[in-house]
């Protein structure tokens, strides 16, 4: 069974940075593309950032872009994201998504339940 | 990145069909077959529905189908059932190698 668990939410201030981890399982994890996505309160979704199967290669949300790094341990079955420089706008729910291919993020089958990250003074 | 434009709520009887579009870009839904559809029930993770435009993943319902049209995409659920209602967003692939998804569509089943 694939599972995601993420870990690493919390309440940050303004200005402050949070590392954001997701431990994948029941699946070849380095075979997958990896990606975040987020959700503000009573908003929709917003791709943040994706991982490609090897790790070599990342994309970014021009939202996040400088100011988040999506990384992965494939030793380890673990993607990271880390957040620095953070806004009250980066308040939302952060979903790890498994995609569907490795090459190339097309579709997300496996959803985390999401961590929650509250950006306020 | 713009987001795709959705309606921002559909609704529909039991047993009706109702269709979802999903409108981008040549750029995004227009240049790729990489659509897909998310369902989300209130309090819960996103669940994939429909992948490729068109195919559905192993569990999900026939009820549900997705079709493309030039730059917009749809996805059609016929036979609405109660468990129907929910929030339902689009993605597409985008040629800058990032995603795009739609600002969403809230489905009453009436």
């Known amino acids: 069974e694939v599972q995601l668990l993420e870990s690493g939410g919390g309440l940050v201030q303004p200005g402050g940075s949070l590392r954001l981890s997701c431990a994948g399982s029941?699946?070849?994890?380095?075979?997958?593309?990896m990606i975040w996505v987020r959700q503000a309160p009573g908003k929709g979704l917003e791709w943040v950032s994706t991982?490609?199967?090897?790790?070599?290669?990342?994309y970014y949300a021009d939202s996040v872009k400088g100011r988040f790094t999506i990384s992965r341990d494939n030793s380890r079955n673990i993607v990271f994201l880390q957040m620095t420089s953070l806004r009250a706008e980066d308040t939302a729910v952060y979903y790890c998504v498994k995609d569907r291919r490795s090459t190339i993020a097309v579709a997300g089958d496996y959803w985390g339940q999401g961590t929650r990250v509250t950006v306020s003074s | 990145q713009s987001a795709l434009t959705q309606p921002a709520s559909v609704s529909g009887s039991p047993g009706q069909s109702i269709t979802i579009s999903c409108t981008g870009s040549s750029s995004d839904v227009g240049f790729y077959d990489y659509v897909s559809w998310y369902q989300q029930h209130p309090g819960k993770a996103p669940k994939l529905m429909i992948y490729?435009?068109?195919i559905r993943p192993s569990g999900v319902s026939n009820r549900f189908s997705g079709s493309k049209s030039g730059n917009t995409a749809s996805l059609t659920i016929s036979g609405l059932q109660a468990e129907d209602e929910a929030d339902y967003y689009c993605?597409?692939?985008?040629?800058?190698?990032?995603?795009?998804f739609g600002g969403g569509t809230k489905l009453t089943v009436l």
């Open positions: 991982v490609l199967g090897s790790g070599d290669s990342t």
């Open positions: 029941g699946f070849i994890f380095r075979m997958y593309a």
């Open positions: 993605r597409s692939f985008t040629r800058s190698n990032s995603q795009v």
């Open positions: 490729d435009v068109n």
